[in-house]
């Protein structure tokens, strides 16, 4: 099978600095490349330097061939390929997608702009994207906004925007990064329907390596910038050549956690009753929830994008309007708090949320980030803040070198780390966590787990873990509460809830992560 798209010799590069490279790669029509590695090995940067959108100072080097022409990178030539010969379905739709513009006008321009449709054709088109995606309600759909679907919605719009240009190439850039099991499974296996029926070539990105091998032909093994390994995706799963590939492999399996039980140890937050609607939807975010949780106790809350958990997260810390219920912390009911009393209450309370980079300042220094709940709530003198900070990256595994930087000159599972800290400053009795690992590689999310389980073991947290993900519940909860459509369907030991599920929707989500 001839290649749809050849490159040879890939390097990018900072001035005085090579980042990427050299590297080859091939896409076949029908075929699905998957390329792996664990963050800053230059998936990313792979993607971008063949679509002709690496910033600058970054510059692309290289031979490129499409269907036999050589073509310069970075030329007029290359930017003709990108929407037409290759389409891009990028890692967060939501930030792709223009947030005020409704998605039928975002599609619709671009089938007039890049396929000269009339206005009517254009419609009609826009919806059969919809429909081919498998977006419910397609109609309906064109004239709704963003941030009023999922996130796995979003990802299906986002590739029926990919498709509107019909290109020969589709570059996925970690489309389910974000996603719990099922979605991301129906994601995949959109993708890799569309690939079989359309010919298309799939260049797969993913720090999953289990994910990948279940849909990519070929694979190819990044890290720091160079291929260390490629081959026959069953052939390298089944015999991976290098020590560093089958580290990939097994950090993906997380040891559960071994704790002792807290059944014995007051509650210091406790939950009844809790019921949330959001406005214009069609049905509750939660429906009458009681939930507790135990000083030095680690419990999760797992479900599917839209059970509820993140809203249930947010309720009981009070940030939400609207929710209805009791929430009392140590004993205290939150709703007898004045603004003066909540804000000294939230000195108690760390929260770590799933994208670090977003909810990292980026003009701050990390000095400045880790400081600043310290700042906020008057502790200590410039100086004693500033150890506090140095003391806190300590804690988490980072140099207090690392001070003076800002959030865009780390990793990601470095920022998480940085998020981590900053959580801790006031020496809180309960962190929260939501999503906080989803978005990493596997090595980076296993450092990311074990480092939560050690400091709630060595400060006596309280853990309310927010995930996806029942694997990595296990490592850091004693107790799972399994929500389904704003309810809790299943509640029990981690142990219990793992090795016999009692409630269907359990079973369901246990068997979507084993298909991957």
Do not use: N
Not at 21 to 42: I, K, T, W
Not at 150 to 159: C, D, L, M, V
Request: proline content about 5%.
């Amino acid at each position: 099978m001839s290649a749809l798209l050849e490159l040879r010799e890939l390097r990018v590069s900072l001035p005085g600095r090579e980042l990427l490279g050299p590297l080859d790669l091939e896409l076949r029509a029908g075929q699905c490349l998957g390329v792996v590695g664990e963050s800053g090995s230059g998936k990313s940067l792979t993607a971008l330097a063949l679509l002709g959108l690496l910033p600058p100072p970054l510059r692309a080097q290289g031979r490129l061939r499409v269907d036999g022409a050589d073509i310069a990178l970075a030329s007029p030539a290359h930017a003709r390929l990108r929407g037409r010969t290759l389409a891009w379905v990028p890692q967060d739709p939501l930030a792709s997608l223009h947030p005020l513009r409704r998605v039928g006008a975002q599609l619709v321009e671009t089938l007039r702009a890049v396929r000269g449709l009339p206005a009517g054709d254009a419609q009609r088109q826009a919806r059969s994207l919809l429909e081919r995606v498998q977006l419910p309600e397609p109609a309906a759909a064109l004239a709704r906004y963003p941030h009023q679907f999922s996130g796995g919605q979003r990802q299906r719009i986002a590739i029926a925007l990919a498709l509107a240009t019909e290109p020969r190439g589709l570059i996925a850039d970690e489309p389910t990064s974000a996603l719990d099991a099922r979605i991301a499974r129906d994601i995949l296996d959109l993708l890799d329907r569309l690939r079989r029926e359309d010919g298309l070539a799939l260049l797969l990105i993913s720090h999953d390596l289990p994910l990948v091998g279940a849909y990519a032909q070929r694979l190819l093994v990044l890290r720091r910038g160079a291929a260390i390994e490629r081959g026959d995706a069953a052939q390298v799963f089944a015999a991976p050549a290098q020590a560093y590939t089958r580290e990939l492999i097994a950090a993906d399996r997380i040891a559960p956690l071994a704790a002792p039980a807290v059944d014995d140890a007051p509650v210091l937050l406790r939950g009844e009753g809790l019921r949330m609607r959001y406005p214009r939807a069609p049905r509750a975010a939660l429906d009458g929830v009681d939930i507790e949780l135990r000083r030095g106790e680690g419990l999760a809350l797992v479900g599917e994008s839209g059970s509820g958990k993140s809203t249930l997260g947010r309720a009981l810390l009070r940030l939400l309007r609207g929710a209805q219920g009791r929430v009392a912390f140590d004993g205290v009911d939150l709703a007898t708090l004045d603004a003066a009393a909540l804000r000294r209450l939230r000195a108690r309370t760390g929260v770590v949320f799933q994208d670090p980079y977003a909810s990292l300042d980026p003009r701050l220094s990390v000095a400045e980030i880790v400081a600043e709940p310290l700042r906020i709530h008057r502790h200590g003198d410039a100086g004693a803040r500033r150890a506090r900070a140095a003391e806190l990256l300590r804690a988490v595994g980072l140099d207090e070198a690392m001070l003076e930087r800002y959030p865009h000159q780390f990793s990601g599972g470095q920022r998480q780390r940085i998020a981590i800290a900053r959580a801790l400053a006031t020496r809180p009795q309960l962190l929260v966590c939501d999503e906080a690992v989803s978005a990493l590689d596997a090595h980076h999310r296993a450092a990311v787990l074990q480092l939560l389980a050690r400091l709630k073991r060595e400060h006596g947290l309280a853990l309310l873990f927010v995930t996806h993900d029942l694997s990595a519940a296990a490592a850091v909860a004693e107790r799972i509460a399994v929500l389904e459509a704003g309810r809790i369907v299943e509640s029990g030991t981690t142990a219990q809830v793992l090795a016999a599920p009692a409630h269907a929707h359990t079973r369901a989500l246990l068997a979507a992560r084993a298909t991957l």
